[in-house]
């Protein structure tokens, strides 16, 4: 019971939005990751990159604020590896990655 009570009070608990931020927030990544069923032809490329930036600057935010928020980093970091694979996944079905592939091995 003391365990729950120390977390409940904690500058990162239930009563802030340190928690609730990040708790709220990984809706984000996870509808990213069910999106990576979808055909890559329904990806919106400038979205995806605005996405890669947020997240970018939300891990910077989240390792920057006192206290730390280690949930909303960890929440950050897991949408830009989901939004990264999606750009990949763009940048394929547009063509773009085997131009460069093929200017490589020329």
Known sequence: ???LRTFWNSPIGPKTTHFWGPFVN?????????DTQ????LISGNMTKVMCVYSALGMRFAYM?????????????????VQLYQLSRWLRAQGHL?????DAET
């Open 38 to 41: 979808k055909p890559p032809e």
């Open 98 to 102: 085997q131009e460069e592939n093929k």
């Open 26 to 34: 990984w809706s984000i990544p996870i509808a990213a990751m069910t």
């Open 65 to 81: 604020v006192q206290p730390r928020n280690y949930h909303l980093l960890v929440c950050h970091a897991a949408n830009e590896t």
């Open 1 to 3: 019971m003391g365990i």
